[in-house]
C-alpha cells in the first residue's frame, strides 16, 4: 500500500507527462459538456431535489444555483453527468471514472482553493486509481458491477489528497469506499434501463464520505481490489502506465456497447446515401452485451441510450446520434418503424473479442431486393481511433451550447484548456462559471423532434 499512499500524497504536476496533462484537460471539458447537457433530463431535477431536501450544505452544486452538503453535491454532479450517456471510459473497467471523480474533485476543492496544477494532478489521480479498482474489480468478482463499484475509490484517493489524510487514514477512506460503493449489477440496468444508469453518482457519494469518515477515525476494511495478490501487477506500475491516456471518448450520447453498429450502418450510409423509407432489414451483428441493448419502442431518455436498435436507426436517419434524438424524438414514427424492421444477432467472434474490443457489422435489405454489408466496426474515439481535438471542443460546444450562452461556454472551455496555467484566482474565476443555473432552470420548450 505504500506506494499507493506515496503516488496519492506525493505526486506532483512536474511528474506528469506533457500528454497526461493534455489529455486531463480533454476529460474536464468533455465531462462539463455532458454534464450541461444532462440538465436536460428528468433524472437530475429528480436528484437535485433529493440533494437540497436530505443534504443540505453550501457547496455549490454542478451547473446549478443551488448548494448542498459535499456528499449533495457529488451525489448531484455524478448523477447529472450520468444522465446522459456520453461521458468518457476504459474498455477494461467496461465503464467509466470521471463521471464520479470530477464531481467528487470539484465538491472537494470548495474547502480549499487550488492551482490549476493541482486540479489536474488531482484528477489524474483519480482516474490512475479508479482505472485500475474497476480492472481489478473485474478480475475477482464473480458478477459485472456498475462502474460506482470502484469509481468510489478513485473519488475517496483525491478526497484524501486534498484533505491531506495520513496513510493510515488514506487506507481507511479506501476500504470504506471499496466496502460502501455500490455492487450493482449492471446487466439488470442493461435488461431493464431505467435511471439507474451506472450506480457513478453513489459511488461518488460513498467515496467522498469514505474520506470524510476516515478523517474522524472512522475505521474500513483493508481493500482487497489494491491488496490482492492476483491483481498486483496493476498497481505496480503506478506513475509509469498512464491509464487516463486509455479512456475513450463518445461522439453520440449512447451506451458505447450501440456505438460499433452505428459506424458500421454509417460506413453503408457514406456509400449507399440509404433511405430509412427504402430498408426492408437490418440485421445488426454485435457481441453479446450489445444485442442485451434490445430495446425497440423506448419511452424514456434512459432507454433510448440503452437501446441498439434505437441508435442505428437515429444513425439511418441523422447519419449520427444526437441528445435530441434521444430526449425528444422519442415519439417519431419513422424511428420507431424502423427498430421493428431490425434483427439483432450475437456473434460469437466478437464476444471472444470482448471487452477490449467491442465489434459489429451490419447487413442491410433493401426493399427491392439488394442486399448491403458493412465492414466489421468499432466505435470511434478509443486510443487507437481517437476524435481530434477539434472534434472534441465541438462536441463540448454542441453539449453545452443546448444548456448555456455562447459566451458562457466559450469562457468555460479556454478556461479549461488553460488549467495548467491557472493561478488559484483564475481557477476560482473559472469555478463560478460552473456554479451558476442554466436554460433547463426556466420553462423551456418540449415540442418533439421528427425526422426530415
Known amino acids: 500500500m505504500q506506494s499507493i499512499h506515496r503516488f496519492i500524497h506525493e505526486l506532483t504536476f512536474e511528474q506528469l507527462p506533457a500528454d ?11 465531462l462539463l459538456g455532458v454534464a450541461a447537457a444532462g440538465k436536460a433530463t428528468q433524472l437530475q431535477n429528480m436528484v437535485a431535489k433529493l440533494a ?3 443534504f443540505a450544505g453550501d457547496t455549490p452544486m454542478l451547473f446549478s444555483d443551488h448548494t448542498a452538503s459535499g456528499c449533495g453535491a457529488t451525489l448531484y454532479g455524478g448523477m447529472l453527468i450520468d444522465s446522459m450517456d456520453a461521458h468518457d471510459g ?3 473497467t467496461k465503464g467509466h471514472v470521471g463521471v464520479a471523480v470530477l464531481p467528487g474533485l470539484l465538491a472537494s476543492m470548495y474547502e480549499s482553493a487550488v492551482t490549476g496544477e493541482e486540479l489536474l494532478t488531482s484528477l ?13 474489480l473485474h478480475q475477482t468478482a464473480c458478477d459485472y458491477h456498475t462502474s460506482g463499484a470502484w469509481n468510489a475509490l478513485g473519488v475517496a484517493a483525491v478526497s484524501a489528497r486534498r484533505k491531506g ?5 488514506t487506507e481507511h477512506a479506501l476500504g470504506i469506499a471499496e466496502f460502501y460503493g455500490p455492487r450493482s449489477q449492471m446487466m439488470r440496468c442493461i435488461e431493464h434501463p431505467t435511471m439507474l444508469k451506472d450506480g457513478s453518482g453513489w459511488g461518488a457519494m460513498a467515496g467522498f464520505a469514505s474520506a470524510e469518515l476516515a478523517e474522524e477515525g472512522f475505521t474500513g476494511a483493508p481493500a482487497v481490489t489494491l491488496l490482492n495478490q492476483q491483481t498486483h501487477a496493476l498497481w505496480a506500475d503506478l506513475g509509469q502506465r498512464w491509464y487516463i491516456l486509455e479512456q475513450y471518448f463518445k461522439p453520440y450520447p449512447v451506451c458505447r456497447w450501440a456505438q460499433p453498429a452505428v459506424e458500421a450502418v454509417r460506413a453503408l450510409q457514406q456509400e449507399n446515401k440509404l433511405e430509412h423509407d427504402e430498408i426492408e432489414l437490418i440485421e445488426v451483428h454485435s457481441f453479446h452485451q450489445a444485442v442485451c441493448l434490445h430495446t425497440k419502442r423506448p419511452e424514456t431518455t434512459e432507454q433510448a441510450q440503452y437501446s441498439l436498435p434505437f441508435s442505428v436507426a ?5 447519419n449520427t446520434v444526437t441528445v435530441e ?7 417519431d414514427p419513422a424511428r420507431l418503424a424502423l427498430t ?3 434483427r439483432l444477432i450475437e456473434e460469437p467472434v466478437y464476444n471472444d473479442k470482448f471487452p477490449a474490443q467491442r465489434w459489429a457489422h451490419v447487413v442491410v435489405t433493401l426493399k427491392n431486393g439488394d442486399k448491403l454489408t458493412s465492414p466489421p466496426c468499432i466505435a470511434r474515439g478509443n486510443p487507437e481511433n481517437p476524435l481530434s481535438r477539434d472534434e472534441m471542443r465541438g462536441k463540448f460546444r454542441t453539449l453545452a451550447e443546448k444548456e448555456l450562452p455562447a459566451s458562457r461556454v466559450s469562457a468555460i472551455e479556454e478556461g479549461c484548456l488553460q488549467l495548467d496555467k491557472a493561478s488559484k484566482e483564475r481557477v476560482l474565476a473559472w469555478l463560478s462559471l460552473l456554479y451558476q443555473g442554466t436554460l433547463s432552470d426556466k420553462p423551456s420548450d418540449t415540442s418533439p423532434v421528427t425526422s426530415r
Open 20 to 30: 497526461v496533462i493534455e489529455q486531463a484537460k480533454y476529460c474536464v471539458l468533455d
Open 52 to 54: 437540497l431536501k436530505q
Open 90 to 92: 476504459q474498455v477494461l
Open 124 to 136: 489524474v489521480i483519480g482516474y490512475e486509481i479508479a482505472t485500475r479498482a474497476g480492472i481489478a
Open 165 to 169: 489524510l495520513t496513510d493510515a487514514q
Open 314 to 318: 437515429s444513425a439511418v436517419i441523422d
Open 325 to 331: 434524438a434521444v430526449t425528444k424524438g422519442l415519439k
Open 340 to 342: 421493428e424492421r431490425m
